[in-house]
């Protein structure tokens, strides 16, 4: 529940056109819900601007649905993060209108259309092929959040100069989100060429010594330019969560 | 050189109150200017919006001062990281307007005084007393290049009530830089409490399974809060900037 | 077999009810039984107040099988860990008395009803929803060494506040088990707030910087709070059994 | 301050042998104490049984002595850990009755003789010579807070006999304390004897594969006897206090 | 083909029973034979006292027929190492006289009775009753390399006792070979009690912190014990074997 | 687009013979192709003298299919690599010239014959058996670059005369790659005996503290021969196209 | 306290020519001696053939006095390794038949000539000279032990005929010791050669992705020889002491 | 001593112009020669094009210079690698013509000119600073072993365009050398600009999750541009032998 939800509510109780018990129905859980196999955090909203977010692995479909039930009645959005078509096929008749997009293992649940919050634009790039799975992750976190996004993708530093036709999207961005597995060098060069903050996302991308992405993280920890932070290993929702309270701001 | 400046040249160039030829010196190294041991890279200020820091380690003092005094030239602040005592004090009798901080390992030079860029305020904590000299470098950092910082040091979870006593500073910031060691579980929580970014600093404060700082590194990387990105171990200088193009943006 | 039960055998031949070769026969593996491919340690229970527990992974239900049978006849209980339903299966026809636990993947057998003997109550936590089936496998683990058990899931540090709501259950324990994947943060703060003694549970639940739960298991170990310590990653059985230990003394 | 000399207090004011004034005094830090440099957290020993423990590593002598000085008005005990013969030499003379242990690297200070709260005794083991200062540190640590505490020290597994010599005081024991290096072995066959809880200590003791004491840690978070629980490499501070805390209980 | 073969060949090449051309068709691949997919080392038996071993895993079962088909020309046995049932299946109806024990993924293929080179006996000791199948590799590698061998299982350090009952057959050995997983703590014990030399063999049983084999295997090198080597995790092949060259020697 | 093409259109354009409009056509992409899920590099064949080469793991056999046909338009060989059966089987009828190799997971589609750039020959030499996929994928790519290559199998330092009976080959050779797993030995030892470059490749064969080939490559990185560069693991591939770079200067 | 030792003084009490009081003393430690700061363990001679050998890191040069006092009441060798020379200038004034060997940092005092037992040769190789030190702590040992023993030094894979120079030595040893450090691939070159069993000790020697030690470590158990065990990095004296045990059987 | 050398002695025998007696003296040792701590390998010259190589680490000056007056004898130039200075100035009297470069740690020792072999330029780079004696090793390796070299120092990814400005320099190169540390970003970059073979120097520059070099050395192996073949941290002088080797061929 949002902050503005819960005022129009106290209004409608204040003008007596909701009644007492209505409004407790409506307000009882709104610390947190307790479902028996999760504390649903319905004050979420009001704290941090978005609602809880559904990590989809390790859950079941039916848990899923249960707590998007719950949530439905309180949120004007839920995302599920890491959903794989299976349990997608089980869901997605019960809400007929989530969307779910497979590439990025994301289903979105709007009840509206999401206002736009974000006062620039932020650009998701990718470094290979292979890193647009997370990259799109990214790119739909930071739309459902009410953003202007934009994408490059395939841009690695192994041919840089794909890159530096690009340039104008850059110097328009207000946030950057840098996705690349392998030697994860793209954020440093990236970053070297802007003055705003770069997130760099580190994918599980590569064989061998990139020991699913570990080698990517450190060489994004270790970057030679300042402007940039890390989030975990193909942690594309995590970026597009960043970049989009950075955006905010 | 920063923009402005460059601008103003080109405008003495213009109405001919500057030569060609003294404008030509002023310029000529203003892509990057290559001194043997070194390619200082003037153009960062006007890419960048900040001047290139001197890393101070593994540099001798001779060579810092010689890119020193390149820069002074050039720049209006000069910034000097992990420069220990022993080197400071061959360089500060050079650099008189200089001041060195001894905590934070950390030389400012300043032309003149620092313009406040940044939009709202960035708060810093440390998790415990150990963690302040990484604290203080993110602070310096961010102080240095025009924002207002506020601190709270040794606000670990061990105690956590010590934390909501503050939380005031939290409701107002822009941005929070959490610096913690150990199991560097406080950017979490703080995250939990907050709408804003969190940049969290693992330090290398621990022993045994600290690893020198790898396990508050991924525990803050595995952050349940997503309003969390991370830099390298002991890196409050990244941390401050991060944090600084955060501020601007 | 334990102490109470050898008593009555050798009173029984004491006054001639049981013969001195029933009472060999019934003794006879008291030290340890070999099947060939196992050496039972009947003597665990006199030794350690709890019979051996059968670790059931990389174990065939035959095998299974035919060590229940052995224990059966000198055990009042029987925990077999780490069984997949599919040899579950196999073995429940056997052993009618059995309950099998799916999501604690745990199979129980009693000859009777278990008596308390564990003095104070001890309370199990979950970070996150993904973790219940470890603190299920630590929740039954301890109710079948005989004690009063309370769970609380879902209450991870990225919404604190949940755990607050609960702290009651915590004041009136007298162990807590903590039970945390990702960053493991939550054992710190429960710690934080308590006297008792806390066991932490690392889980594997998380992913990329994660490591199948070192992470967590790394931050657990450099808790800022000095009243935890720490078993194997998922090891929730180790954890009520540990727990069980310190509500008995 | 503890919970007995905050109830004395209030009596004090209740029967008008203490002003409000002077209660409002000793009462005004009850929450936690701002020193700049540190937030000394005096709700502890009300909260845990315990006051905080000062950490001597990466503080200086000065802030050790600070600290001190503050919490000696509200608190009958004050522990310093890791402490080294440097640093002790300057805070000593200041503190005339504290004492400080050069083995175990602790200072400690006493207002009073310490009351016996535990309820059995804890044993402390060492497999080594090389092991003792860690198991020494366990030892004041755990008597500090009021047990009783024996030491077996240099009984490892390679002369698995010499431990054998000690059973007895195994099985007097309410806890046990195995500090261990190397292959850290010890803790599993201890904890295969008995059927209380023991808490394994892993220290750094060994070169090579012994990777400073992991080797040992991971060994004995995966022993095959379930009632173990461990604690960071080196730390005998929190295996004493871990102990205390379940002979409390 | 081992020295006496080729003794026998040239002593009937001399005595005229045996052609040169015969003899020619017989030595002509003595050093090595080259099948395009392999080297086939023929050499190998005469300067190791052994033929080569074929190492099953990764080689198709048309392979592992093709290389045995070559060596029964020129060696009495043939071991195939690490098959699965599948290829054994395949590869059993070609060579009738062979044996694949499918515990330790083995085929044994004898063209006579081995003779009995060792002077001692081997003991086979296992920790637990999942590090079985390793403990069969070795004891089957042993025996086929011409010695007696004897087996222990399920005894390990939880319950010691268990092992102490067969110390009988300890004294009597020459060699003993150790298989544990988990804490890998058994051989620090045995070789503990025993003059001859130990060969510890990690397995990979376990879970969480064990690695893989890891913490077994590094607390084995970091044995407190000095009569033990250690061979690679699992690695029950090279335990029986190096054991065989110790009994030989 | 290789050097000589690109001469050949202008010229064709400067006489006449090609209209300004089919040159546009032909020249449009020259620098890369957006295609959505890939900025194809076809100004890679003129800056490194060889076209990109397509890695086929985590990308469909469609993508796959889309990017070659995109290149056959500019390039006159194109490699596929990391490719399953499964796509190939998909690929192979849309291309009948391509021809896929199994055991090196390699589709190669060449326009005409390969012309020998290389000055010398190439030699690749396996450690064993399981080893040949790498080595042919270092075999296939050197060849299809141009190159002559020469392969000697299964000659790994268990035997190592097996390898002295080649010495003609590696003496007569430019470049060696020596492809090897488990302890990695083999390069160091070629490397001693030779005066040319060795490019050493490790490979993910063996177990346990074989580490999926991270022994082998560090085993590598640590030659006491200094002729020897490394790649990554399983990287057949890179050492085939780096051999070739050095074949050709 | 060895076997014949312990058989000559009860000899003299059934023949009366010692008291019962004077075997009384003489044997009253024989189980072990505890001092305080140990347990010496004198039953480790009748044990294992070889008595308690003391490891000189950690140890105080006091402490080792007083152990090696204790010791050469009831030894006739005492063997101190990793003793510094600060440590051994203390402790050698009072042991004046003790010699101190620099290199292998080794304190040998006998209280006569050592009798050989060993029944073959033991050869000891090092790859490197900076290996030599390693090597001759196991040269010494081995030699204490009662073996003849000779050293190849420096015969490391680069320059491999340096090694088969010396292949007399290696066909004449019962058991060969092999010391290296870097890629650690002597070991395997060596056992490939042999048929006896091979002792593999890695060593610290190298730098970068040498680990310390732990590459040859790792290359060493992954040896494609299987004729070879392997001690912890730098373990001369595990490597003598286990190679004595072999050669003794 | 190098094959002309050995053509030269053995035609002046032939002429009659040295006596056999001399030509034995001279060549006695072309094998090697054993002075007890080290087999010097003369005849590496030969074999390899370049005598060894002295690794100056772990040796003492003695050993050096005893070294290197039997290297005197058969050599033309002699190279001592990480060479304090402290070694080097009770070296450096004795061998007057020698140069000690104190940057590179490196002392070389020439009897004549050295004559030029390589049939291209190497081009040396660095990424940082800090870099430059990891480089300047390289730069001398090269040198010294008959090559064209030109170095570019300090242009780091984060400033791209100071590397674009040197173009012209790759561009005439035959072999590239690309030092960097922290997150080893330029080879990549470099080696996609280029089509010659890169040779890649991870150095141990950086911090925190830099690993001493670690995470450089893995992102080059990650490489997504294929002709960069890595080396050892720091290790300068393998990467200057490589290129050497590669510039001759």
């Given at each position: 529940?949002?902050?503005?939800?819960?005022?129009?509510?106290?209004?409608?109780?204040?003008?007596g056109s909701t009644s007492i018990n209505d409004a407790v129905e409506k307000l009882k859980h709104l610390s947190c819900e307790d479902v028996g196999y999760a504390h649903?955090?319905?004050?979420?909203?009001?704290?941090?601007?978005?609602?809880?977010?559904?990590?989809?692995?390790?859950?079941?479909?039916?848990?899923?649905?249960?707590?998007?039930?719950?949530?439905?009645?309180?949120?004007?959005?839920?995302?599920?993060?890491?959903?794989?078509?299976?349990?997608?096929?089980?869901?997605?008749?019960?809400?007929?209108?989530?969307?779910?997009?497979?590439?990025?293992?994301?289903?979105?649940?709007?009840?509206?259309?999401?206002?736009?919050?974000?006062?620039?634009?932020?650009?998701?790039?990718?470094?290979?092929?292979?890193?647009?799975?997370?990259?799109?992750?990214?790119?739909?976190?930071?739309?459902?959040?009410?953003?202007?996004?934009?994408?490059?993708?395939?841009?690695?530093?192994?041919?840089?100069?794909?890159?530096?036709?690009?340039?104008?999207?850059?110097?328009?961005?207000?946030?950057?989100?840098?996705?690349?597995?392998?030697?994860?060098?793209?954020?440093?060069?990236?970053?070297?060429?802007?003055?705003?903050?770069?997130?760099?996302?580190?994918?599980?991308?590569?064989?061998?010594?990139?020991?699913?992405?570990?080698?990517?993280?450190?060489?994004?920890?270790?970057?030679?330019?300042?402007?940039?932070?890390?989030?975990?290993?193909?942690?594309?929702?995590?970026?597009?969560?960043?970049?989009?309270?950075?955006?905010?701001?």
């Amino acid at each position: 529940m949002d902050i503005n939800t819960l005022h129009q509510i106290l209004s409608t109780v204040a003008n007596g056109s909701t009644s007492i018990n209505d409004a407790v129905e409506k307000l009882k859980h709104l610390s947190c819900e307790d479902v028996g196999y999760a504390h649903i955090d319905h004050q979420r909203s009001m704290r941090k601007g978005f609602p809880e977010v559904i990590f989809g692995e390790g859950k079941t479909a039916e848990h899923i649905s249960g707590i998007m039930n719950k949530m439905k009645v309180q949120e004007k959005i839920i995302l599920v993060t890491r959903l794989d078509q299976d349990k997608a096929d089980i869901i997605l008749p019960e809400f007929p209108e989530a969307e779910y997009h497979q590439d990025a293992r994301m289903l979105i649940w709007k009840k509206e259309e999401i206002i736009k919050l974000g006062k620039g634009t932020i650009a998701v790039l990718s470094a290979g092929t292979s890193d647009i799975p997370v990259a799109k992750e990214a790119f739909l976190t930071a739309e459902s959040m009410g953003n202007n996004v934009k994408s490059i993708f395939d841009v690695g530093v192994a041919g840089i100069h794909r890159l530096f036709k690009h340039k104008h999207i850059l110097d328009q961005a207000s946030v950057i989100i840098v996705v690349a597995g392998m030697e994860g060098a793209l954020p440093s060069v990236v970053a070297g060429m802007v003055s705003i903050p770069v997130i760099a996302v580190p994918t599980s991308i590569g064989y061998g010594a990139s020991f699913g992405g570990l080698t990517a993280l450190f060489a994004m920890l270790n970057s030679c330019s300042s402007n940039v932070a890390v989030v975990n290993i193909d942690n594309g929702f995590g970026a597009g969560y960043m970049a989009a309270t950075i955006n905010r701001s």
